[in-house]
């Protein structure tokens, strides 16, 4: 039978950074393949052979043999499973703990990030709204402040060690940097400590074009 290995589509520090970085965590083998997003050429995220395996143009995609995976978290989780590298907690109790730290960063945390961006080159021009960016900021203060309740006297996301829930985190806090967000001290330099991670490292020099 013909051996595959899983293929990772992205593209630099966007969400499918998650999906590198977490490969890179577990020590798979896997390929990676950068796409351009917003692009109809090949290798584009709107060529019809990247729609073909995520029908809303988007990164990351994970292939792994007839799987297809088009959402970061889920993919995180896969391979967090795939690697039993303890990603995430074994307990019922922390990985309950852990899977609603994962969904909030997914709906609360990330989301005024996704609006901004959205907002200024995702949507098309006509149905951009400017208007929307100071409400954007004060979202993402009031998530903040819901974060640190959170992570009051952690060192990590979850329980008392490095999870998938942190590579959530840690990407979403350097996304919001790159966007102009305000962020307290203690966040960025959580950032910093979570992306020397030498697995981080290495994901961060896949990711560069
Ligand atoms: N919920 C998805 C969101 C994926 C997503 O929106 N990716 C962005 C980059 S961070 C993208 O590819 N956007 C292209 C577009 O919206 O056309 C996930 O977490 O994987």
Same mark, same amino acid.
């Given at each position: ?121 995702? $949507?098309?021009?006509?149905? &951009?709204?400017? @208007?929307?960016? #100071? ?5 993402? *203060?009031? %998530? ?43 966040? $960025?330099?959580?950032?910093? &400590?979570?992306? @020397?991670?030498? #697995? ?5 020099? *896949?990711? %560069?074009?």
């Amino acid at each position: 039978m013909e051996s595959t290995m899983i293929k990772l589509y992205g593209s630099g520090p966007s969400r499918s950074f998650r999906a590198l970085w977490a490969l890179e965590e577990a020590g798979l083998d896997y390929e990676y393949q950068h796409i351009k997003i917003g692009s109809s050429e090949e290798n584009g995220s709107r060529h019809p052979s990247y729609t073909a395996i995520n029908r809303q143009g988007k990164v990351p995609t994970l292939v792994d043999g007839e799987l297809i995976l088009t959402e970061s978290a889920a993919i995180v989780n896969y391979v967090a499973r795939l690697a039993d590298k303890q990603l995430m907690p074994r307990s019922v109790a922390e990985k309950a703990e852990y899977d609603e730290f994962c969904y909030f960063i997914l709906t609360d945390l990330e989301q005024p990030l996704w609006s901004k961006g959205k907002h200024t080159f995702i $949507l098309p021009e006509e149905h &951009r709204i400017e @208007q929307m960016f #100071a409400t954007v900021k004060w979202e993402f *203060k009031r %998530s903040i402040a819901a974060l640190d309740k959170q992570m009051e006297g952690r060192d990590y996301a979850v329980g008392n060690r490095f999870s998938g829930a942190d590579i959530l985190l840690a990407q979403t806090i350097n996304w919001a940097e790159r966007f102009e967000f305000e962020i307290p001290q203690k966040y $960025l330099e959580y950032r910093d &400590r979570m992306y @020397q991670r030498p #697995a981080c490292q290495r994901a961060v020099v *896949k990711a %560069s074009p």
